[in-house]
């Protein structure tokens, strides 16, 4: 590899290198505790999955060009250029990992992987190796900020259709999506789709929030690339939007990343404090139903029912409690998964790999130990606040055969409403199925 490329991959460590980083890269006692903490490790005994040997590469840089007795005897304290087949080793271990934290959790020194793999994601994007179905996503998110007039009237229009069937399921033809809503006190951030905005359209309506959907969906390719800059545009979109309808607080729809995005990174990204709160959806709903907001019938579930905490709503974001306080409220037969909250496995789905096909066997493989967990408690019934974890557990049930059901707590919570318009609603969807032959 030529200096200058060399010098440009190297610069990459010096532009993010700080204390933290440094120490990171320095404490590591090589105890291999965290091999037992991953999920990919211990499902495949695969040695480049194992959470310090992702580290390791980029240690071994760090060692030969930023360490003295790196640079001086490079063989001796495991120092190595950033060649062809170590950057090849790099794509597959950083992007393969989900960004769980498992390992951060088991490991005495806390060492943050996905922190360091951050700094694998710049030098594959500096070598030109970033991965190209998330990028793709990335740019169309910021292209569509940039240039939003032209899908204005699609995202509005799509709106209206869900809102009319908001009007039917609640019996209430005043039943609104408010969108660009000055001075509503929140702003609700979904996902692209239906089952993302209407039921929270409904429990909204029924609980007689001052609310407005975002314009924008809060998912974020920018995150899964490593790239803060793209992310913070991609969040900026609906951050500026809170900004000009002076909203008191931005909800973030079942979604782990777009959370985390949200409440954790922004602020730091864009250097600028958030005048309002930032929630996430379920923080919101626990609260209508303690506080008597929304109705909700207590044996509206009598079959076992589990719930999977996302790794980026749970461990990473501390959000244990509401989830389960909610599925509480609404099933008589509740069972946590073991082990769960901190503790939880991985569904094997995050950071991207949903959406990247050349990491399906190793999805599959991995998410072998979620499906035991979940086939352990006995229940059919799981719910979980993750879109990537939902379609991560119904890729689990057709492989492994589980008869599973994978719901979000919003339809959950939907399920139990008394809604004037429910059986009307439900009747008229029966008849176009059957008219369309379904
Ligand atoms: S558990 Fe921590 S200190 Fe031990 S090998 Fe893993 S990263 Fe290094
Ligand atoms: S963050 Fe999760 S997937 Fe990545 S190395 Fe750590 S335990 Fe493995």
Known sequence: MEKQQISTLTGVIDKKMNRQLKQYLDICARCAICKDACHQYVATQDFKYLPARRAELIRQIYKKYFTKSGQFVPELYEGRDPDERLLEELYESTYACTGCRRCM???????DT???????KGILAAAGMTNEMLEQLADAAIFKGDNFEMFRDVVVDGFKDIETQ???????????????KEGADILYVALAGAHSILPAAVIFNEAEANWTISLFEAANYGYFIGDAEKARKIADRFMDEALRLGVKEVVITECGHAYRVAEVFHEVW????HPFKVRHVLEVMDEYIKDGRIKVDPNSITEPVTYHDPCQVGRNAGIFDEPRDIVKALATDFRDLTPSREEQWCCGGGGGLVAMEEFEDLRMKSGKIKADQISATGAHLIASPCENCRLQMEDLDKKYEMDLTV???MELVVDAMPLAGREAYEASIERENAAKGE
């Open 105 to 111: 959790f088991y490991c005495p020194f806390s060492i």
């Open 114 to 120: 996905t922190w360091i793999l951050t700094v694998a």
């Open 166 to 180: 908001v009007q039917a399921i609640t019996g209430n033809p005043d039943a609104e999506i408010p969108v660009d």
């Open 270 to 273: 864009s250097g600028k404090k």
């Open 407 to 409: 719901k979000s707590i």
